[in-house]
């Protein structure tokens, strides 16, 4: 099983950033996944997650109204579109999936347990 982050980069505030989580060895529909970040220093921390047929979503606070998680099963790949990016979001971009028995875990990072490796995102003028 493994997920490749990409779509990170260097953007200026107020920017916006579309970043793509690719499954191989596996089918993106039979999992819930969750997009994450770690900044230099701090505990990782869960932003959102997408139930298997993408029909569920939830967001942590600091995502709510500027993040949006999404899903083609078609193409295997999950998305995060972030907007409105603030120096704070500059961070290493993670989707990680748990176990495929899990219904909808929320995105508490313990519930996951295949992780990408990461895509960095800077956020600086």
């Known amino acids: 099983l493994q997920l490749v982050e990409s779509g990170g980069g260097l953007v200026q505030p107020g920017g916006s950033l579309r970043l793509s989580c690719a499954a191989s060895?596996?089918?993106?529909?039979?999992?819930?996944i969750g997009w994450f970040r770690q900044a230099p220093g701090k505990a990782r921390e869960g932003l959102s997650c997408i139930s298997k047929g993408g029909e569920l979503t939830d967001y942590a606070d600091s995502a709510k109204c500027r993040f949006t998680i999404s899903k083609d099963n078609a193409k295997n790949t999950v998305y995060l579109q972030m907007t409105s990016l603030r120096p704070g979001d500059t961070a290493v971009y993670y989707c990680a999936a748990p176990p495929g028995h899990y219904y909808f875990p929320g995105y508490g990072p313990y519930d996951y347990d295949t992780w990408g490796q990461g895509t960095q995102d800077t956020v600086s003028s």
């Open positions: 060895g596996f089918t993106l529909a039979n999992y819930v």
